[in-house]
């Protein structure tokens, strides 16, 4: 296994510089995930205004992979709409526990996520925020 | 005599292991479980090839022998931890399960609304949870000692707790996460002074150095054979046999009773009363083993070979630029714990793993302790008596691979 597949140069920088974090007020309306197997925690919140989601912010303590994870899922996905994010978790996961390849461009900060898959006791990392995406969508269901 | 360090490796054939990179294993995860000498694994294969069947039940030659074998392992242990009979020597699952034996067979039984039970912020959650089930179920009120910045718990704020309605103090004896070990005499005849009873969870202390739990005058004590060169899956309550009598029992079924009616039954003795079904046979016999191998090698050794690497671990570290090692306790056992600026602990275990290095990353199972050193995660490196000063090294060396991954 090479670590460098682990750690490119994107997700080191996402890591280091995390786009859209900030500490969020317990009374903020995020939604969470933990992992109890080590401790990481990454909350996610945005704004959802008719089907368009923008804003999505994480506030994530956690590895380079989880917080990257984070970063890398709020500058993609904001502005996209309620389905679209939603196809975007499902790909992504699916693509981390093998189930299905996405054809994700070789530039795309997620073709780089997607490596996780070769490293199987860091995939939670990678997966954390985006569960977390998922409830939070759920609670903004307008039906 | 110098310390025969190459022959107790070999003593030990996973040690010489190459991990999936090919790099020489470096196993410093003792206190998560320790690695198993040859006399031990041979142990377990004997014991199935020749004296496998179940114990105090048949009456034929195998099941006298395993009885034989398995109630000597008994007389073995009490001897060990100097109990004064074997009947107060309970055989469980490990030490998580002679917490819950304590909390459930004896909490429910004697504790009462409003009671206290004194804990401390160090514990590992099998010394937490288990009150924890109590409290909810019987109103107990849980306190925890609080810990200094050395590491060491508080003892001015534990006697100030002692002031309280105080029924029983559950405490470990080494912190599996920072390696403290903790004044257990103290605490011990404390606790008593208050009239309170008292468990040390003994899972990192007894595979270092020997306990007396009659000369320290314990009430109950519980620890785990893996942590000592024995099996998974098997452990030992003792509990002085007047508090072990009045006790209920703990699980139900075969083994522990006297007889058995349609509408009740009556319990077995000690120590069967709290050994319901087939219990771990070849793990009780195969644990006799193991601590006759710790004892051939003398635990006076033992505990200066683990002194020693983890003194050199100790400076060593912290010459590293960027580490913080937790606590700097009195007395240190052979774990430590540590965080480098900028770097998760799983991000460096990661790292270090492909230079053959295997440390823990995480909580630990010390959720309290991480809150209360402020980090999520710790990196932590346990050694046993057959780790080198020249493996420290190694781990030394595999951070700087690290800091160059992440560019530090
Ligand atoms: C201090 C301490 N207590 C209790 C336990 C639980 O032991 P076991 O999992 O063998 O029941 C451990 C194991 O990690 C420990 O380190």
């Given amino acids: 296994m090479n670590l460098d597949e682990l750690y490119q140069e994107i997700i080191l920088a996402h890591f280091k510089r995390p786009h859209h974090a900030r500490n969020f007020a317990e009374d903020e309306a995020f939604e969470e995930a933990f992992n109890p197997t080590c401790g990481d925690k990454t909350r996610v919140l945005g704004q959802v205004a008719g089907d368009r989601v923008s804003g999505l912010e994480h506030d994530t303590q956690g590895c380079a992979i989880s917080i990257a994870s984070a970063s890398i899922l709020c500058e993609r996905l904001s502005g996209t709409s309620v389905e679209e994010c939603r196809a975007q978790v499902r790909t992504l996961v699916d693509g981390l526990h093998g189930r299905r390849v996405p054809g994700y461009p070789e530039q795309d900060p997620l073709a780089a996520l997607l490596t996780v898959k070769r490293f199987p006791m860091r995939i939670r990392c990678a997966t954390l925020s985006w569960e977390a995406l998922e409830k939070w969508l759920d609670r903004q269901d307008p039906a | ?311 050199y671990a100790v400076k060593a570290l912290s010459r590293v630029e960027g580490l913080t090692l937790h606590g700097n306790p009195p007395e240190r056992g052979g774990a430590l714990a540590f965080n480098m600026e900028g770097l998760h602990p799983h991000d460096i275990s990661q790292i270090i793993n492909e230079e053959g290095i295997a440390i823990r990353a995480g909580h630990v199972c010390c959720q309290p302790l991480m809150e209360r050193l402020g980090r999520p995660a710790i990196a932590r490196a346990s050694f046993y008596f057959y780790n080198t000063v020249e493996e420290v090294d190694r781990l030394v060396a595999s951070l700087d691979t690290v800091k160059k991954i992440f560019r530090i």
């Fill in chain 2, 1 to 311: 005599m110098d310390y025969p360090i190459d022959t107790i490796r070999d003593d030990f054939p996973i040690l010489s292991a190459k991990t999936d990179s090919g790099a020489p294993m470096v196993y410093l995860d003792n206190a998560a479980t320790s690695q198993k000498p040859s006399v031990v694994v041979d142990a377990i294969r004997t014991y199935y090839e020749e004296t496998n069947a179940n114990v105090h039940r048949g009456m034929h030659h195998l099941a006298e022998k395993a009885t034989a074998e398995f109630e000597g392992a008994r007389e073995a242990i009490a001897a060990f931890v100097g109990a004064p009979d074997a009947r107060s020597v309970i055989f469980t699952r490990g030490t998580t399960e002679s917490i819950n034996l304590v909390a459930q067979a004896w909490g429910r039984k004697f504790l009462k609304a409003g009671d206290e039970v004194v804990l401390s912020i160090m514990e590992h959650h099998s010394n937490i949870v288990p009150w924890q089930m109590l409290a909810q179920a019987s109103g107990v009120r849980l306190k925890y000692i609080p810990m200094l910045d050395d590491g060491s718990l508080d003892l001015e704020a534990y006697r100030a707790l002692l002031q309280g309605p105080v029924k029983l103090v559950s405490v470990t004896h080494v912190s599996n996460a920072l390696g403290t070990v903790n004044p257990i005499a103290e605490i011990i005849s404390l606790a008593h002074e208050a009239g309170a009873r008292i468990l040390i969870d003994s899972a990192q202390g007894i595979p270092h150095g020997p306990v007396d739990v009659t000369a320290l005058d314990a009430d109950f004590l519980a620890f785990s054979a893996h942590k000592m060169c024995g099996p998974t899956g098997f452990g030992v309550l003792y509990g002085k046999e007047a508090l072990l009598e009045v006790m209920d029992p703990f699980l139900g079924g075969g083994e522990m009773i006297h007889t058995v009616g349609l509408e009740s039954s009556t319990w077995a003795d000690l120590p069967y009363k709290f050994e319901a079904g087939t219990p771990n046979i070849a793990g009780a016999i195969v644990t006799r083993t193991a601590i006759a191998y710790l004892q051939g090698i003398g635990f006076d050794a033992i505990e200066k070979q683990v002194h020693d690497v983890t003194d």
